[in-house]
């Protein structure tokens, strides 16, 4: 081939990489660089392949085909990046008039190695096993990894260890570069990032199969490799993963440490030290790292999508969609201000809690973007979240605001309710996030509605005591009880006696939420001084919710009240007699009870007037 055609290629493929390298150190940015170049290597290259192989060309032709291809890592299909692997190895066999095999990349790989070690190509062949082995990494072909890295050392596979760690470890392949033939990625730079990055792939591949020891040895090894800060970060992020799974929360939580100090853009960091100070009972700490862990994520949206990474071979390229969604996963935004908020509400950091409850419910009725999400954590269904929304307001003393979400909730839910509804115990209803506009077709689905419903108009009724205005709050709690009575819970016939049916979560929070409306209005009716109202509602609620010691301390309080003197002290000896209890139904945030509860009943005065009652012999029998 004339010298002169090959000097015109030389500087064709010196022209391309020099354009990529001025993209990449920013001193002339242009727009779709990447595509544009790989357009460019590909006319190159079949120029350079439109004519036979031969050895006074094949640097170049091997350099064109290499730089090819670490742009086809990004735009070309898995089918023709194997195709232009398996073609330039064929060519260089060729170059050298030597027996072809076949078109099996293993075997290619075996005679190609094999027959240009120790000559002046062999850096050359290095170039293209570089790219052979970011492919496989990419797929997780560890094993044509071990068998190609085998081959470089020269060992058997009969005698080699089999141990993919030690190949990459003691790997020595020449990474000289021609100053004539330029290229976009120095063989130097490709070489650190796969020695890294296969240490990484095979230890996420040890943790997915928990064995978190052996995960630890590889993570070690890509510790003490060069790499970008990014990937630095990662790599102590899964250490401390493992330290967590082996119960060394403490081990664990100086590697997430290390991992922000190296780059605090490692959100998976943030957010496994906050299941480690969950763990450890350290609920400040939690919040603080979910709090740290949100306002990155906000920054990182917010930052401009426009400039992409220059990097031309990326970790997230060798390591694979799957290795790198396990990497890199954190919850959502809304999940992390779900957690915010509940975990303050329940911490007493009620006014920090309703803020981030405001702020969900902001974010659900906008179109942000959401951020990649663990499939294993689902938010509650919307309903759910604005009465946690409501119910952290009430605690914070908002009422204005907790009104406005609670009538959202009855706007949405009060006209799917029928005016009965048949219930069978245990019906699945869907929990996935749905929007706010429900088709309640379905019984349970209508029951969900009914749970909604009446929890709002509950919350509406508190807030109103709450505003010392007991004319109001009877009306809400009423209109709570009217929902929940619609529901009747089917019973079935079997050996002629009655027999209900193990009853579903939802009809135990129903029947919770009933106890409690009633025994709410009935504190109400104290207020306004009417005690056989009073007395009627506790009765009615200690129905609903059996066992509930405060409610029948209040029952004991208004016995006495109406100088039903020795049925109250019966009453009281029976309950401190008495060594059941009621079973305890895991019932939502927005209805559990909180130190300001206005049921909350001090047993103090009455436990001195009944013993006081009782000593004095006024009990009769």
Not at 474 to 501: P, Y
């Amino acid at each position: 081939m004339p010298s002169n055609l090959v000097d015109r290629w030389t500087e064709e493929n010196n022209k391309v990489a020099k354009k990529w390298k001025e993209y990449e150190t920013h001193q002339h940015p242009i727009q779709d660089i990447r595509k544009h170049c790989y357009t460019e290597y590909l006319k190159l290259q079949q120029k350079v392949q439109g004519v036979p192989a031969q050895t006074g060309h094949l640097k170049l032709e091997i350099a064109v085909t290499y730089n090819t291809l670490l742009f086809a890592l990004t735009y070309g299909t898995p089918s023709e990046t194997k195709d232009c692997i398996t073609n330039i190895l064929i060519r260089v066999l060729d170059a050298v008039h030597k027996q072809v095999p076949g078109h099996d990349l293993v075997t290619l790989w075996h005679v190609v190695l094999k027959t240009f070690c120790g000559t002046v190509y062999e850096p050359w062949v290095h170039k293209l096993l570089l790219i052979q082995w970011a492919v496989w990494l990419s797929e997780q072909h560890y094993e044509e990894i071990l068998h190609l890295l085998q081959q470089v050392t020269h060992k058997e596979q009969s005698t080699a260890s089999g141990d993919l760690l030690a190949e990459t470890r003691n790997l020595t392949i020449s990474t000289e570069e021609d100053t004539s033939l330029h290229v976009a990625l120095a063989t130097k730079d490709l070489k650190e990032l796969l020695h890294v990055c296969t240490f990484i792939s095979h230890g996420v591949e040890q943790i997915k199969g928990e064995k978190y020891i052996d995960a630890l040895v590889a993570l070690q090894e890509a510790s003490t490799q060069p790499s970008p800060r990014a990937l630095l970060a990662h790599v102590h992020m899964l250490t401390g993963f493992c330290y967590s799974k082996l119960q060394k929360p403490q081990s664990a939580l100086q590697c997430y440490r290390k991992a922000l100090e190296v780059d605090f853009n490692c959100h998976r960091a943030l957010y496994e030290s906050s299941l480690v100070y969950r763990q450890l009972g350290n609920t400040n700490a939690e919040i603080e790292a979910l709090h740290l862990l949100h306002s990155a994520i906000m920054l990182h949206a917010e930052s401009d999508p426009s400039n992409p990474s220059t990097n031309l071979i990326t970790p997230d390229m060798l390591l694979g969609s799957e290795q790198i969604s396990f990497t890199y996963q954190i919850p959502s935004s809304h999940h992390i201000l779900h957690t915010l908020g509940n975990n303050c509400v329940l911490n007493n950091r009620t006014s920090e809690g309703a803020e981030y409850y405001l702020d969900l419910l902001a974010c659900l009725q906008s179109d942000s973007k959401q951020m990649p999400m663990d499939d294993s954590l689902s938010l509650p269904r919307i309903p759910v979240i604005y009465l946690e929304a409501a119910f952290a307001l009430l605690k914070a003393k908002r009422p204005w605001d907790t009104l406005a979400i609670c009538d959202e909730v009855l706007a949405k839910t009060v006209d799917l309710i029928p005016e009965r509804l048949l219930i069978t115990p245990c019906g699945t209803v869907s929990r996935e996030l749905v929007p706010f506009t429900l088709e309640a077709d379905a019984p349970e689905e209508k029951m969900e509605c009914v749970l909604w419903s009446g929890a709002a108009y509950l919350i509406q009724g508190q807030v109103h005591f709450q505003l010392k205005d007991t004319k109001e709050a009877l009306t809400s709690f009423t209109r709570a009880i009217s929902q929940i009575v619609k529901v009747c819970v089917k019973q079935k016939i079997k050996d002629q006696e009655v027999e209900r049916e193990p009853a579903d979560h939802t009809v135990m929070v129903l029947e919770a939420l009933k106890g409690k409306a009633l025994k709410l209005r009935a504190v109400c009716f104290v207020e306004r001084g009417q005690l056989k109202e009073a007395l009627r509602d506790f009765q009615l609620s200690l129905q609903a919710t059996p066992g509930c010691r405060n409610t029948e301390m209040w029952l004991v309080e208004i016995m006495w009240r109406l100088d039903r003197k020795q049925e109250a002290a019966a009453m009281w000896t029976q309950i401190i007699n008495s060594t059941q209890s009621s079973i305890p139904t895991e019932l939502p945030l927005y209805l559990q009870t909180w130190h300001e509860d206005p049921t909350s009943f001090d047993t103090s005065s009455l436990k001195r007037k009944m013993e006081e009652f009782i000593q004095n012999g006024l009990v009769t029998a």
